[in-house]
């Protein structure tokens, strides 16, 4: 490795490619981007070569003409359900989680409530979607799966009065695509929460062909979450993972060259000052929603350098997917465990 093409050098090209290619697709402005990255996943602006003083960035302001979210549905049991379960009941929000394995949607509900007992009496567990009917939004927070997730809202339509919210958690299928299952698709609005959602101030928004007063809702739901809204185009991958998932599998592109893991991660802390190092936060999202969604954005995109890396396929199929396996990256490569 040269010191004029370092490991770092190699991620961050990757990472301004990506946000390039998404400029030119949707014509985003650079600092849109660079902020969307900021909050998202703490990347620097100076990154992608804007030298400008950190946006203190502040939560969606609430619309008192708005009516307030009471009551939130949630589809699924799983870390991003949960983490959304966890931020509506500290903002005052009644929760009721759904999971079609009566189990896992009891342990979902204990997993929330287990850090803040006070608000257990605010949040139900079901495997009937039918105890989301009174919910003012309800989100689908399944796998990443295009044909489950039109499944699992063309039921919730049936059930949901014409009035409440439906949204999706999706981080990389076409809004469009999903809600082409729907009787009305214009219902369904984008709302891509960030792990931890409890804890990331991060909402991307993709508002598509929604109602104005679906829109509404939705922004009043994110400002009594206290998080910060920014507004994405319909693109694969939205604004974050669009530019992050190609670095992150960047990483294990060197990995295939024989590059060391820990030594990437101390490179580009080092250099470009990120919080936390690419592997590592691999790890925190885990290795298989990253292979996921760079394996749907090479199969939207066309575009071979987004080939899933050989490293990061073999992660996942060891089954060494990061803190949700307690696997702690980047020594789970390095161990061999």
């Not at 660079?34 to 992608?48: E, K, R, W």
């Not at 359900?81 to 759904?98: E, K, P, Y």
């Not at 101030?201 to 206290?226: F, K």
């Amino acid at each position: 490795m040269s010191e004029t093409n370092t490991y770092a050098d190699q991620l961050i090209e990757t990472l301004t490619a990506a946000a390039d290619h998404l400029h030119d697709e949707v014509d985003l402005p650079l600092s849109v981007i660079a902020d969307a990255m900021h909050l998202g996943c703490g990347i620097p602006h100076s990154v992608f070569g804007l030298d400008i003083p950190t946006t203190d960035y502040r939560p969606e302001p609430s619309d008192p003409d708005v009516p307030a979210v009471r009551t939130l549905g949630l589809i699924g049991a799983g870390t991003m359900s949960q983490g959304i379960a966890r931020a509506a009941l500290q903002a005052g929000i009644d929760v009721r989680i759904v999971a079609r394995d009566p189990e896992r949607a009891v342990e979902a509900r204990d997993a929330v409530t287990a850090e803040i007992h006070e608000q257990a009496a605010h949040v139900d567990s079901s495997s009937d979607i039918e105890a989301l009917a009174g919910a003012d939004v309800i989100i689908e927070a399944i796998s990443e799966d295009l044909a489950s997730k039109q499944r699992m809202l063309a039921d919730i339509e049936r059930i949901a009065p014409e009035d409440t919210v439906l949204a999706t958690t999706t981080s990389s299928l076409a809004i469009s695509d999903i809600a082409s299952a729907l009787a009305e698709p214009r219902r369904l609005v984008g709302l891509h929460f960030f792990n931890p959602a409890d804890r990331n101030r991060l909402v991307e928004v993709a508002s598509g062909a929604a109602p104005p007063d679906h829109l509404a809702r939705t922004r009043q739901l994110v400002a009594q979450l206290g998080k910060c809204l920014v507004d994405v185009p319909d693109a694969p991958g939205f604004i974050v993972n669009r530019v992050l998932i190609p670095y992150l599998n960047a990483v294990f592109d060197l990995v295939d060259q024989g590059a060391p893991l820990r030594e990437i991660d101390l490179d580009i802390r080092r250099r470009y000052r990120v919080p936390v190092g690419p592997a590592r936060l691999a790890g925190i999202i885990g290795a298989d929603v990253v292979l996921a969604i760079q394996s749907s954005l090479h199969q939207r995109l066309g575009r071979p350098e987004l080939q899933p890396a050989r490293a990061l396929q073999a992660m996942v199929d060891r089954g060494v997917l990061g803190s949700k396996t307690g696997h702690m990256f980047p020594t789970a490569m390095t161990d061999g465990d």
